[in-house]
């Protein structure tokens, strides 16, 4: 006999949440592993956890349905059209004031990690709109003034965090601190990168 409960779950920044923290949450309810939850909403399973929550069209007070057995559900519904997701950009940050390499080496990961960590759901969303190369791509795209906003948004975010490791000041002789510094510029880069090409391809096909 199936077993049903409910769940009252609250989403911080649906716009720009990944789905996956949204089932990493419920398999901590339920104790089960995430192998085997699939998540329904509208009667059609939500297979990209990468994408952010809203994207499928998931506000508060939405109603979504948890299976935790393996079985046949219905391909997922397209994710919805929504306006580039609202972010404050950050001001210049100060780097501490400290004769410890260790300590300025960490500050240094942390910088990179608060980067990019929030923006990595919106990334993939956007580059799923974009991309043509992209393996989920949904049916219905944005507009296109609400990607060059979406667009700007993300270059501005990820542009100050490549000034901010720019301005960085690393001691002489302090080869950690440095590798971690240009790891970051690396991996900040590559965000850019990815970004600006997917947007590049889809500035060809017009307006």
Do not use: C
Request: proline residues 9%; hydrophobic residues 35%.
């Amino acid at each position: 006999m199936a077993s049903y409960s409910r769940f009252n779950i609250p989403i911080p920044k649906p716009s720009i949440t990944p789905l996956s923290t949204l089932l990493q949450t419920l398999s901590h309810h339920t104790s089960l592993p995430l192998s085997q939850l699939k998540l329904v909403y509208k009667g059609a399973v939500l297979k990209d956890p990468s994408l952010t929550i809203a994207s499928y069209g998931i506000v508060e007070g939405s109603t979504l349905v948890l299976i935790g057995k393996e079985g046949d559900i219905p391909s997922a519904p397209a994710p919805k059209p929504t306006s580039a997701a609202p972010g404050p950009i950050r001001g210049k940050v100060k780097q501490p004031q400290t004769d410890s390499e260790p300590v300025l080496t960490e500050w240094i990961a942390n910088l990179v990690k608060s980067t990019l960590e929030p923006l990595q759901a919106s990334i993939a969303t956007f580059i799923s709109y974009t991309s043509p190369k992209a393996t989920n791509r949904p049916k219905q795209i944005p507009a296109f003034e609400v990607l060059q906003k979406e667009h700007a948004r993300l270059s501005e975010i990820l542009l100050r965090g490549l000034l901010d490791l720019d301005s960085v000041e690393v001691q002489s002789g302090w080869t950690e601190a440095r590798r971690e510094r240009k790891e970051g510029v690396k991996r900040v880069q590559a965000e850019l990168t990815k970004v600006d090409e997917a947007w590049g391809e889809r500035k060809k096909l017009g307006g």
